[in-house]
């Protein structure tokens, strides 16, 4: 029926740690999309989240709010904040009712940044897995402080919890090492970058946690948990910079490829002007065409080739 909203909707389930850059990253993805001419809706679902950046569509602490929970029912934070997520897990006719006369809009969801929510626990899975049957296309896109990446041993945890939060949250992942821009202030790599977002040979980094008195110990539990990560060649990482426009773009062609979603020409063009005006009026966007073929579907792309012929 003309007019009729869109029945499928599409959107990024914003995960990581806390310190991470969940709540900056909303704000400049959700920019940057306004920019190529995408509506946003921003949600979040963090009840300890406060003094939001961005304009926020729908606010999980109109349900429910931490502090009242933890004073109630004498809770710590932590278990304020599964409970929290547990409430929403049980109302959720109450996000559904906020989130409906948003269809046609793009979302992000600004989640929690309690780990074990994306690890082992069951009720933020669960949201998703409902958002699904409501036709609801999810990529987790979990962030991931580049400053780790200059401590083998905690670089190693990294990989075991982004491995963790990938088989628990079950929808399709992109793994983003934020504050790019950082990195160089948290002291020098033990290896190029790309070993690190690629996650190459990993006995390199054994090598390295062997040097250090404390780790030989542990010798054996490290190689046991390389071996782990390395089996089942999951994990990479995508470098973000929140600031560069063309970090911001890399990150969102590959959320775009993971749920599917795939965008017009008007759009294309969109990006163009975007990307032009990050480096200046004498850039010209040479992989328009490559994208074009690359997102485009199948019917778009022949309108698009005639014309180009005319």
Same mark, same amino acid.
């Given at each position: 029926?003309?007019?009729?909203?869109?029945?499928?909707?599409?959107?990024?389930?914003?995960?990581?740690?806390?310190?991470?850059?969940?709540?900056?990253? #909303?704000?400049?993805?959700?920019? /940057?999309?306004?920019?190529?001419?995408?509506?946003?809706?921003?949600?979040?679902?963090?009840?300890?989240?406060?003094?939001?950046?961005?304009?926020?569509?729908?606010? $999980?602490?109109?349900?429910?709010?931490?502090?009242?929970?933890?004073?109630?029912l004498q809770l710590g934070p932590n278990g304020g904040l599964l409970y929290c997520m547990e409430y929403l897990e049980a109302n959720l006719d109450w996000l559904r009712a906020k989130l409906d006369p948003l269809r046609g809009h793009y979302f992000l969801f600004d989640c929690p940044g309690q780990v074990e929510l #994306?690890? %082992?626990?069951?009720?933020?899975?669960?949201? /998703?897995?409902?958002?699904?049957?409501?036709?609801?296309?999810?990529?987790?896109?979990?962030?991931?402080?580049?400053?780790? #990446?200059?401590?083998?041993?905690?670089?190693?945890?990294?990989?075991?919890?982004?491995?963790?939060?990938?088989? %628990?949250?079950?929808?399709?992942?992109?793994?983003?090492?934020?504050?790019?821009?950082?990195?160089?202030?948290?002291?020098?790599?033990?290896?190029?970058?790309?070993?690190?977002?690629? $996650?190459?040979?990993?006995?390199?980094?054994?090598?390295?946690?062997?040097?250090?008195?404390?780790? %030989?110990?542990?010798?054996?539990?490290?190689?046991?948990?390389?071996?782990?990560?390395?089996?089942?060649?999951?994990?990479? /990482?995508?470098?973000?910079?929140?600031?560069?426009?063309?970090?911001?773009?890399?990150?969102?062609?590959?959320?775009?490829?993971?749920?599917?979603? #795939?965008?017009? $020409?008007?759009?294309?063009?969109?990006?163009?002007?975007?990307?032009?005006?990050? $480096?200046?009026?004498?850039?010209?966007?040479?992989?328009?065409?490559?994208?074009?073929?690359?997102?485009?579907?199948?019917?778009?792309?022949?309108?698009?080739?005639?014309?180009?012929?005319?």
């Amino acid at each position: 029926m003309a007019g009729a909203a869109p029945t499928t909707a599409f959107g990024q389930a914003v995960i990581g740690p806390p310190g991470s850059g969940k709540t900056t990253y #909303c704000l400049g993805m959700s920019e /940057f999309l306004r920019a190529l001419g995408r509506r946003v809706a921003v949600v979040n679902l963090d009840p300890a989240n406060e003094g939001l950046p961005y304009e926020c569509a729908v606010d $999980v602490g109109e349900l429910v709010g931490l502090g009242d929970v933890m004073d109630a029912l004498q809770l710590g934070p932590n278990g304020g904040l599964l409970y929290c997520m547990e409430y929403l897990e049980a109302n959720l006719d109450w996000l559904r009712a906020k989130l409906d006369p948003l269809r046609g809009h793009y979302f992000l969801f600004d989640c929690p940044g309690q780990v074990e929510l #994306c690890t %082992h626990h069951g009720a933020l899975r669960s949201i /998703f897995s409902q958002m699904a049957q409501w036709d609801l296309r999810l990529t987790a896109v979990h962030l991931v402080d580049s400053h780790y #990446c200059t401590d083998p041993a905690k670089f190693i945890s990294v990989l075991c919890t982004s491995l963790a939060t990938m088989l %628990h949250v079950e929808l399709p992942h992109v793994n983003l090492l934020s504050k790019m821009d950082l990195i160089e202030h948290y002291g020098k790599l033990a290896f190029n970058l790309d070993y690190y977002t690629e $996650v190459l040979d990993l006995s390199y980094l054994l090598d390295h946690l062997a040097s250090d008195p404390f780790f %030989h110990h542990y010798r054996q539990l490290n190689e046991k948990l390389v071996q782990l990560i390395e089996d089942y060649s999951l994990v990479s /990482f995508i470098p973000l910079n929140i600031q560069d426009k063309e970090s911001i773009q890399r990150v969102l062609q590959a959320v775009d490829k993971a749920n599917g979603y #795939c965008f017009g $020409v008007q759009e294309q063009r969109s990006l163009e002007a975007v990307m032009s005006a990050a $480096v200046g009026a004498d850039f010209h966007f040479s992989t328009t065409l490559g994208l074009q073929e690359k997102y485009l579907a199948p019917s778009e792309q022949s309108v698009e080739q005639e014309a180009m012929q005319l």
